[in-house]
């Protein structure tokens, strides 16, 4: 893996639908920096999306942290998205599909889980959601036809 | 809804009249607003010109989430209810692969693979429902 030495960090606001503008131009660029392919790179700037929307809507604003990472075999992109809103009283029923508490279609949180390769929640009522996801560059994909 | 354009510095999407037929070109990435404003626009359009057809052109949309399907889905249903039909045309490959995935499958929208392909989608109602074979472009 070339040309990533300089590292991909950034903490970006998500305060506005401008905000998400930037931060899914941002996902997408340090995506392709690291070598994802077409598809993976979608996937996770789709996810991005998702997830800066909640922070944006649900959350009432917060940021999101861009890092790079390595499991010494691969490198991948971590996601942290954080805010200081009402937080989430029930994980589950927010996680699955067809929950919305806003306008949306239900798709936010499980969508976003489905599109990446690892996936964490971590909320407490009142205080706030830090969600934290991480793709993999070039990761066996799940066992399928294949040609 | 105009002031937030001024505000993100986002430019609304043009909106064409084709006979009767509206054609608007998605570019790029979106502002929520923008989008939103867009669906009033089109439906406006629908009304004021009597179009029978949309067709939606998606080829430049890097990526679809929710926010963007849903607002997809419901100008299908706003033209529908003004009989009018939508095509959304174009879609990219990486782009189905992810909706599918989010479990956004936007069962209420036609698709067609170009905007041609759409055009002569709307063109010939009564053929339309079995597929016409069609010419790979390249």
Same mark, same amino acid.
């Given at each position: 893996m070339s040309g990533t030495a300089a590292g991909v960090e950034a903490r970006? #606001?998500?305060? =506005?639908?401008?905000?998400?503008?930037?931060?899914? /131009?941002?996902?997408? /660029?340090? $995506? $392709?920096? +690291?070598?994802?392919?077409?598809?993976? /790179?979608?996937?996770?700037? @789709?996810?991005? =999306?998702? +997830?800066?929307?909640?922070? +944006?809507?649900?959350?009432?604003?917060?940021?999101?942290? @861009?890092?790079?990472? =390595?499991?010494?075999?691969?490198?991948?992109?971590? +996601?942290?998205?954080?805010?200081?809103? #009402?937080?989430? $009283?029930?994980?589950? /029923?927010?996680l699955s599909d067809g929950y919305t508490s806003g306008d949306g279609l239900g798709m936010g949180l499980g969508g976003a889980r489905r599109l990446v390769h690892e996936f964490a929640i971590d909320s407490t009522p009142g205080a706030g959601t830090t969600v934290t996801v991480t793709s993999w560059v070039a990761r066996p994909p799940r066992q399928r036809e294949e040609s | 809804m105009n002031d937030d354009f001024s505000r993100t510095g986002a430019a609304p999407v043009p909106v064409l009249r084709l006979g009767d037929i509206l054609l608007v070109t998605l570019q790029g990435d979106l502002h929520d607003g923008t989008a939103e404003q867009l669906q009033q626009d089109i439906v406006e359009a629908i009304a004021r010109s009597r179009v029978t057809g949309v067709v939606i052109d998606i080829s430049g949309v890097e990526i679809v989430d929710s926010f963007l399907g849903r607002v997809l889905a419901e100008i299908g249903a706003n033209a529908r209810l003004l009989a009018a039909q939508t095509v959304v045309a174009g879609m990219r490959p990486a782009v189905a692969i992810t909706m599918v995935e989010l479990g956004l499958t936007l069962p209420g929208l036609r698709t067609a693979l170009s905007t041609e392909a759409a055009l002569e989608l709307l063109g010939r109602p009564d053929a339309a429902a079995p597929r016409a074979p069609r010419q790979e472009p390249r």
């Open positions: 970006l #606001p998500i305060g =506005s639908d401008l905000d998400l503008v930037w931060v899914r /131009q941002h996902v997408r /660029q340090a $995506a $392709a920096a +690291l070598g994802f392919g077409l598809v993976e /790179q979608t996937k996770l700037v @789709t996810a991005a =999306s998702e +997830l800066a929307r909640n922070t +944006l809507v649900y959350g009432g604003g917060g940021e999101v942290e @861009t890092v790079r990472v =390595s499991d010494g075999r691969t490198q991948g992109l971590r +996601l942290t998205f954080t805010d200081h809103g #009402p937080g989430i $009283a029930d994980l589950e /029923q927010a | -």
